[in-house]
């Protein structure tokens, strides 16, 4: 069965430094997320992209955050400059259709897990 | 804006034990409904969704979940756990006429002592 993979599985990185977080979505899907938890709180949406732009962000995703789908494969979550309070498990999920009037499932990848010191 | 609940943080049972694990949502329109589980060092997994018709959604392993609507309700409910079933649960929302993303709850960790 396809499955959205992420790598790495886990980043530490010192605070002000920059990350890239690289995902590859099910290879027949349209449409990417990124979603983050923060230890002991919700999964909560960053940003959803469709057709090589953003189509929805959340108020979390501010100009520090970036995506981008660099080519046919991959789909990567940037971070400008690391904060403390970016220390999250970050999940990336494609699905096939928009799912709000589809019901469609989105499948989520294993997560990569980013400490900020 | 969407809300999700999930009420139980952490269930323990033992093994037969009954599940029903419960999921409120706030949002006044019509939405698309799923449980999300993530076992121990795994990626989240669908169990299963509700999006029309039949209020009872039969999913993997066993597991089903009612939609009430009147009481903005999905709970997913087990008649007999496994060991194999302790993992985390996460309910989500997603509207239909809204934007394309999921709102999770805080999900519940279920035990299952052999």
């Known amino acids: 069965e396809p499955e959205v993979t992420q790598t790495p599985s886990h980043q530490v990185t010192q605070m002000g430094q920059e990350v890239i977080l690289r995902c590859v979505p099910i290879s027949n899907h349209l449409y990417f997320y990124w979603y983050r938890q923060i230890l002991g709180q919700k999964v909560e949406f960053l940003v959803s992209f469709y057709n090589n732009e953003i189509s929805e962000k959340s108020e979390i995703f501010d100009d520090q955050f970036s995506v981008e789908r660099p080519d046919g494969s991959n789909f990567t979550l940037k971070i400008r400059s690391t904060k403390l309070e970016d220390s999250a498990m970050y999940f990336c999920?494609?699905?096939?259709?928009?799912?709000?009037?589809?019901?469609?499932?989105?499948?989520f990848g294993p997560g990569t897990r980013l400490l900020v010191l | 804006a969407q809300s999700v609940s999930q009420h139980n943080h952490h269930v323990i049972l033992s093994e037969a034990a009954s599940l029903e694990l419960g999921c409120n949502y706030s949002y006044g329109g019509t939405v698309n409904l799923f449980w999300y589980v993530q076992y121990p060092g795994q990626h989240l997994q669908l169990l299963l969704k509700y999006f029309s018709g039949d209020p009872l959604v039969k999913g993997i392993k066993g597991f089903e979940a009612e939609f009430i609507k009147s009481k903005f309700s999905f709970n997913l409910r087990k008649p007999s756990v496994q060991w194999s079933d302790t993992a985390e649960y996460f309910c989500?929302?997603?509207?239909?006429?809204?934007?394309?993303?999921?709102?999770f709850g805080t999900g519940t960790r279920l035990t299952v002592i052999p």
């Open positions: 999920a494609s699905s096939g259709r928009r799912q709000g009037s589809s019901g469609e499932t989105q499948y």
């Open positions: 989500a929302v997603n509207a239909r006429s809204g934007a394309n993303n999921l709102f």
